[in-house]
């Protein structure tokens, strides 16, 4: 094992343990490296894990985004988390209330992140519907992203990290939900497409900031911000979950959009979230359309998107 993935393992552990997290603090597994955190945290499920189970790791072989993705997780560079949820044990919430909640859980971890990263770093982070944490990239010409190694047309947005909520079910009630977190942290050797949509802390923190101990900082306020949200669902405060996801996603306010459903093009201004989540996309005058998922392209305005 390697100087630095001994000193990135104890940043880790060292973030772990000054956590304010209850049991999100307290069953924190910390591996080198892992094919996938959540398929660790699916099996430990099984066998009878508590909630706040938590696997981190340093490398994964076989990491994954929404729709089967891969995730670019090189070793060292990143911080790769799932967490353990029982929503089958939170007593305040029962039938459609339950399925709300459930719903829920990605903007719940959405905003734990995002809440994580201003923490540790003042960086100014926004959500962008349904899962992903990011950076709004200033507007460059096709000659400076020529002249920087990048492809001519670069996103209006930078992605920073990015969630992936997995469930289990059992005669109908949710069991399970395992919660994968993947933060982009230093620099890396990512392949040009990947390279031109990402950005790391390591780009957002000050320069005084030390990487380790960023990595420490993080690490700590996810678990502490994980084991408030699901306090609040667990609560049956809804109303918190969605209000403190909205804060951070000004781009569900207006933002023209479109999307692809059954081989038909759509198009739109999002105007916020209905009661699970969904997506809610003006289409005409008077008319409205929900969006429960799939990809849906943000067309920003003034940032070259």
């Not at 995730?71 to 029982?86: I, N, Q």
């Not at 990048?150 to 395992?178: F, M, N, Y």
């Amino acid at each position: 094992m390697s100087a630095a993935l001994d000193a990135w393992l104890a940043a880790v552990r060292a973030g772990a343990a000054r956590a304010q997290a209850g049991a999100f603090a307290h069953h924190v597994s910390v591996r080198a490296t892992t094919g996938s955190t959540n398929d660790e945290v699916a099996r430990a499920a099984v066998e009878g894990a508590p909630e706040g189970y938590t696997v981190i790791a340093a490398e994964q072989t076989a990491g994954r985004g929404r729709r089967g993705a891969s995730w670019h997780s090189p070793a060292a560079h990143g911080l790769y988390v799932s967490t353990l949820l029982r929503p089958d044990r939170w007593s305040a919430l029962a039938g459609e209330q339950g399925a709300a909640a459930s719903s829920l859980v990605t903007l719940m971890a959405g905003v734990a992140v995002a809440e994580a990263v201003r923490e540790a770093c003042g960086a100014a982070v926004e959500l962008k519907w349904p899962n992903d944490v990011m950076v709004r990239s200033r507007r460059q010409s096709a000659v400076d992203n020529r002249q920087a190694g990048l492809p001519s047309a670069q996103p209006g947005w930078r992605k920073l990290a990015g969630i992936l909520a997995e469930g289990a079910s059992d005669g109908g009630v949710l069991r399970t939900v395992v919660v994968g977190v993947g933060i982009n942290v230093l620099r890396s050797d990512a392949p040009p497409d990947v390279a031109a949509r990402m950005i790391t802390l390591e780009d957002l923190a000050p320069a005084s900031c030390e990487p380790l101990a960023l990595v420490s900082a993080v690490v700590a306020a996810l678990l502490e911000r994980m084991h408030t949200g699901v306090g609040a669902l667990a609560a049956g405060d809804l109303v918190r979950v969605r209000e403190s996801w909205l804060a951070l996603a000004p781009s569900v306010d207006g933002t023209p959009v479109r999307w692809h459903h059954h081989g038909v093009t759509h198009s739109g201004r999002a105007r916020g979230i209905d009661q699970s989540g969904a997506l809610r996309v003006q289409v005409a005058a008077a008319a409205e359309m929900l969006v429960h998922g799939g990809e849906v392209e943000w067309l920003l305005e003034g940032v070259g998107a």
